[in-house]
């Protein structure tokens, strides 16, 4: 497998050497396309947008002026008119009511009752003919009651009839009058005209009637009728959540859809979000405020604007878009002109195709299909002359490897045929040499998987066992998911191999060898470590590599760039080289290759 990165290392000057041969021809081109692109597309859309746009704004600011004055006018009669209508409902409720009243302090049982309180010896009653005028009464009371809420409205809360002592017949709701002494004393500019009150009871409104004798002029009681304030607001529910009021000649407020404000002192003049309106009851004595928000209010006059602005904006908007596709059939082929040129300065070269003219952008589109294909043919004669340099390196470095192997592993069998206890286990060894040698020196493929290179690793330190017997032991620690990582052949090897000369091989102790490999960051890492720093009897070196560890990180690089390769560290008790090479998974079976090393 091999890489493009020394190639990517000298893009620079294939490139610069590519504009320089087509400097001359392109230059008066660049420029036409960097004027049209830059100056001729955008500025005429600008342009013609702008002519539309001016005169647009200029109408549409005359017509919102002109309209605004028109609409806000109407809108103040509007508010006038609207206002107007709910006074008169709303007069016209109170007035029934007061009519109504007037009705019932004209009731013959009422003023039989009332002038018996006032005087009995004059107008004296039973125990019994009492209780029944009182029975009459108050069945006559929920009568009209009714009669209110089917003729008028159910807006009637009690009815209340007040003798001179004070004895009370009621009904509707049973909460009882709140401030009967003021009913008592309330002025009245005519008697036995029903009035309304200008304060409330428990935030009910009062319409008061004095009941008088008409022979003498005597004041016989009181006649009251209580409003529910909740549901007098439906007389007003046009109107938004708190922006109508009713309220008395002093402003305190008498009704509102909000329960909290009756009662509260409010303020008739506008603020500075609403718009304050207000009228004078023609029949109560009450004032009716409205306060409309101003966006309420202006909502006809920001419509208007916002057409207005609409109508600018999508005129503006079609000048630009009717502008643009008549302009994009002159600059649409120099727009992709210029996108391939981007895409060639990345190296992804592709020509130019339907430009659909004869004229000159067509001639500028051609010498750019012409560059390209010779950019590419001058970029394939560079690469195959890498490609080539390349192999001619990985071949010098293998052949450099084999004999070294091959006299390192015969001198370990030199050295076992010398003890008279070990002499019987060369056959062992030489078998399992054999099938080392029978694998690194044969010709095939030039990476294998990591469980195929392992395994050999693993016969390669058997052969020391044999050797230093119960003072060597190793341990190789390879994850399932990465036996099929594909990794340069012989490899690993050399690095045991140094492991043994300059460390295991020179201490008193037991050696032992650890492999681990491991996933970091979606590459491969693999740890040799040894522990032949333990003893130390001579210093080992620590900085630099030798040349085999150099040939182990120059086939990794020449193979898979720069960023990988080999890393010399000190551990605890000895060395530790890390690998470093990117994750491959191999397609293709390794049995063959397995069955070559296996141990004997």
Known sequence: MTDNSAFRENRDWIWTL????????????????RFIRSKLHYKMILIYSLLTLVPLIIVSATFYVTSKGILEHNVDQSFKQTMSETSDKIDGVFKAFANEASDIGDNLFVYTLLRNAWNPDQYPLSPAERAALTERVEAMLWIE?????????????????????????????ESG??????????PFEKQGIPEWAFFIDNRRLICNLQLVDSATGTVLGSLVVLLDPIKVTALYDSYESGSFFITNASNIVMSTDNPNRIGQLISTQAMGDTIATELNSKSTGFKYVSRIPVSEASAGIRKLAVFSVVVALASWVAVIVITYYVLRKITSPLATLSNLMRKAQKENYQLIENFGSHDEIAQLCHSFNRMIMETKELI????????????????????????????????????????????????????SLSSIIRFSISPGETFVSLDVEMKFAKIYMQIHQYRFENRFEYHIDLPDHLKQVE????????????AFIHGIDHIRGKGRIDIRAYE???????????????????????KGMGSGLKGIESRIRLHFGNRYGIEKLQGEQGMVVKLLMPIIMKESTDVPTEKEIAAP
């Not at 009058?177 to 309330?186: G, T």
Request: with cysteine; net charge positive; aromatic share 10%.
């Open 18 to 33: 590519i504009r320089c041969q087509s400097m001359t021809r392109r230059g008066s081109q660049v420029k036409i396309i």
């Open 145 to 173: 009651l009714g009669n209110m809420s089917k003729n008028i409205g159910d807006f009637a809360d009690s009815i209340h009839i007040f003798d001179v002592q004070g004895k009370q017949y009621f009904a509707g709701a």
């Open 177 to 186: 009058i709140q401030y009967y002494d003021a009913i008592v004393i309330m």
């Open 380 to 431: 394939q004669k560079v690469y195959k002359a890498e490609l080539e340099q390349k192999e001619a390196q990985l071949a010098a470095i293998r052949t450099y490897f084999n004999p070294h192997f091959l006299h390192n592993t015969l001198e370990y069998v030199s050295i076992l045929a010398k003890s008279k206890d070990k002499i019987d286990r060369i056959p062992y060894v030489v078998k």
């Open 487 to 498: 990794v340069p052949k012989l490899i690993l090897q050399p690095i045991i191999e140094n």
């Open 520 to 542: 970091s960051q979606f590459n491969l890492v693999i740890e040799i470590e040894d522990n032949g720093g333990s003893a130390q009897p001579r210093p080992r070196e620590s």
